[in-house]
């Protein structure tokens, strides 16, 4: 016998939950275009290569792949930006930079699932390529907290914790850590806050950090204030960027949401500046959003260096995190008509009355069960109607219907030429 079930890890959406996820999609769409973004698309299908040659291994250990019939590897996508960064390096003679472009993709990883965490999920992405200079993290932190606020969200119920890889990198330079360990180091020490300190200590010293490098790498992860950060450390250039854009946010006045985490690394290899992720003040949860600045990624693909900056905010955290709050918006199914009528004669009427009122804009379901009056009643109220049209013989012997009030429970007869412009009558002005 078939299973029923969706595939592990993956979800069906009945229309009450497709309400819910169009509510989010709209969320995004709206303050992306409300901030100058641009909309973008690619296929679902990518190239292997793609996302082995850069994204990092556990990401390419993550992959749905499969070898098509032409001999060729390929993946679902498990993230989008490094098909951004094709469709860029595929158009870059062309695009006027800077560019600032988003997208809804869905993507897929085969990984192991806790709560907030499946093997799909919807994910907004919005990005800001050829800018180099700290603004364009503004606009782009500016732009997720436009989402939050629009979601009910608030600086008391969410935080973005900022770091900054060079401030990282410069630590291990100080340690004198390998320049060639950097890229494994930042990736195991994104494991901080899932795993034990004693853990985390074997890790760094099994691909080669000594015991005395770990103690002092741990001694400077302790510290949670940039000034004090800046007068131990001999490279200070990330330091000084990061509160360059402090500044800037603080003027812009959304500094409030802001917090320096020393601890936040974002474990994809290709992030080389500012990173950053979204949660609640207490980190209850796993990361709403997350991103940072990525300048080198396209020029693992053979292009030249361009800078980039962008964030991933997936669709499954944040649901949780709203219902949490009881922050859920009432999105109940609505119509403006319902058209009833009694018996299987009237179905052409209801037709012909439902297409017109369509014409005008409006929202029209018919119900065709046939049933009685008090049972078709219910089901008018369960459909969300604003109005009944209702079909009575006597009425419409005089070309008129009974329309019902749903919410003030009043009802009264109408001409149908009244109701609406009939299609036949519409035609005739073409």
């Given at each position: 016998m078939i299973d029923l079930q969706p595939v592990k890890g993956t979800r069906d959406f009945f229309p009450d939950e497709m309400r819910l996820r169009n509510w989010l999609f709209d969320v995004w769409r709206r303050v992306s275009v409300q901030a100058g973004f641009e909309e973008y698309d690619t296929c679902v299908l990518e190239h292997e290569e793609l996302y082995i040659r850069k994204a990092g291994d556990e990401i390419s250990k993550q992959l749905y792949s499969f070898e098509d019939k032409g001999g060729r590897r390929l993946s679902l996508r498990p993230e989008m930006t490094p098909s951004l960064a094709r469709l860029v390096l595929q158009y870059k003679k062309s695009l006027s930079f800077p560019i600032k472009w988003f997208s809804m993709p869905q993507c897929f990883r085969y990984e192991r699932m806790t709560k907030g965490r499946r093997r799909e999920h919807f994910q907004w992405n919005a990005d800001i390529i050829g800018q180099p200079e700290m603004v364009a993290e503004a606009e782009i932190l500016m732009l997720l907290i436009s989402a939050c606020e629009s979601m009910g969200l608030r600086a008391n119920d969410i935080r973005i914790f900022i770091n900054d890889r060079r401030i990282l990198n410069a630590i291990l330079s100080q340690l004198n850590v390998p320049h060639e360990l950097h890229s494994a180091v930042l990736v195991i020490m994104d494991k901080r806050d899932k795993i034990s300190p004693k853990a985390l200590g074997k890790m760094l010293e099994e691909i080669g950090m000594s015991t005395s490098q770990v103690e002092q790498l741990n001694e400077f992860l302790s510290k949670s204030d940039l000034q004090e950060l800046k007068d131990n450390l001999k490279d200070t250039e990330g330091i000084e960027e990061l509160q360059h854009l402090m500044q800037l946010m603080e003027t812009a006045g959304y500094i409030n949401y802001l917090e320096f985490d020393i601890s936040i690394v974002r474990g994809l290899s290709y992030y080389t500046g500012a990173v950053f992720e979204v949660n609640s003040p207490g980190k209850q949860h796993r990361a709403i959003c997350g991103g940072g600045r990525y300048d080198s990624l396209l020029s693992t693909y053979g292009g030249e260096t361009v800078p980039a900056v962008g964030f991933g905010f997936g669709d499954v955290v944040v649901l949780d995190v709203l219902k949490e709050l009881e922050r859920f918006p009432e999105l109940p199914r609505t119509l403006d008509y319902t058209i009833i009528p009694f018996d299987s004669e009237q179905v052409g009427i209801a037709l012909k009355i439902a297409a017109g009122l369509r014409l005008q804009g409006s929202?029209?379901?018919?119900?065709?069960?046939?049933?009685?009056?008090?049972?078709?009643?219910?089901?008018?109220?369960?459909?969300?109607?604003?109005?009944?049209?209702?079909?009575?013989?006597?009425?419409?012997?005089?070309?008129?219907?009974?329309?019902?009030?749903?919410?003030?429970?009043?009802?009264?007869?109408i001409k149908i030429s009244d109701l609406i412009f009939l299609r036949s009558k519409l035609l005739e002005y073409f």
């Open positions: 929202t029209v379901d018919c119900n065709f069960s046939m049933k009685k009056m008090k049972k078709s009643m219910q089901q008018a109220n369960e459909s969300g109607a604003k109005n009944a049209i209702l079909l009575f013989p006597e009425e419409l012997s005089e070309d008129k219907v009974v329309i019902r009030n749903m919410q003030l429970r009043e009802q009264k007869p």
